[in-house]
């Protein structure tokens, strides 16, 4: 159980403002299913947020180390939100335009692409790739 924001966060899709890098890394580690939400009337004191129940199953196994790299990769795709993917891999990953421009296109993702706007699995395949 968790707070309905986070379960919100972990479950969301791309092109939604609840997508970021924990969706990225979470959905890639395991498929996760909302079993229900809980409401506020339901603890004494009552709580100021809801809260629901997610069930995770694991898709596969991760080195730690290596997650630990790719979550620091994905996370800096995300880290100026308002910004293209484009720019925050020249500037946060310190690539070259054509450099840049080839693993876009080797991924297909457009230039003009957020992070945001990118599936789960893209994300984390070139992730890996920058490794």
């Known amino acids: ?30 498929s996760i299913k909302r079993l229900f939400n809980v409401g506020r009337d339901c603890f004494y004191p ?39 993917l484009r720019h925050n891999l020249r500037r946060g990953m310190g690539l070259g335009a054509e450099e840049v421009d080839a693993l876009l296109e080797r991924f297909a993702i457009v230039k003009e692409a957020r992070a945001e706007e ?6 984390w395949a070139l992730a890996e790739e920058l490794l």
Request: glycine share 6%.
């Open 46 to 84: 009552r709580p100021e947020v809801a809260s629901a129940v997610l069930r995770f199953d694991r898709k596969g196994y991760l080195p730690s180390s290596k997650q630990e790299a790719i979550f620091g990769i994905i996370s800096g795709f995300f880290r100026m939100r308002r910004k293209t």
């Open 118 to 123: 990118v599936e789960a699995e893209k994300l």
């Open 1 to 30: 159980m968790c707070q309905r924001e986070v379960a919100d966060r972990v479950e969301a899709t791309p092109k939604s403002k609840d997508f970021g890098p924990i969706s990225v890394l979470l959905q890639r580690c395991y």
